[in-house]
């Protein structure tokens, strides 16, 4: 995976800082992703988001100082929230039936925020028709 990072950037500066917080904050990225996650593959794929959006951040020059002395903040607090950004979306999948999920993804043209969307008003509708009469 190393490689593919090192890939995305393209200052010799930039690949050094990429390959440092690689071999230095992986492990502990991917236990904060296993702890919300449960499973390894999962922690894996969200360790990969967020170096990929670090990556997008140094790119950007979002990040002046490069090394900041709070990287290793930066890349567990990245890899927490995309953790439980991926949990959220999971358990809203979980909320919705297969038949009302086939529903809502079956046009592969939509964006993420109308699939979501229309999870969020399936799940709305499912709790209405849930509730007992006052």
């Known amino acids: 995976m190393l490689l593919v990072y090192l890939a995305m950037v393209s200052s010799e500066e930039d690949k050094k800082l990429v390959e440092k917080l690689y071999l230095e ?6 236990y904060v992703a296993l702890g919300i996650l449960k499973s390894p593959q999962k922690a894996e794929d969200a360790v990969h988001n967020s170096f990929i959006k670090i990556i997008e951040n140094l790119n950007a020059n979002k990040i002046i100082e490069k090394p900041c002395p709070q990287m290793k903040a930066l890349c567990v607090i990245t890899c927490r929230n995309t953790a439980i950004n991926m949990r959220k979306h999971e358990s809203a999948l979980s909320f919705v039936d297969n038949e009302v999920a ?3 993804v079956g046009d592969a043209n939509q964006t993420e925020d109308q699939v979501f969307e229309k999870m969020e008003h399936a799940i709305v509708v499912d709790k209405l028709q849930n509730l007992e009469p006052t």
């Open 25 to 30: 904050y992986r492990d502990a990225m991917t």
């Open 102 to 104: 086939f529903d809502i």
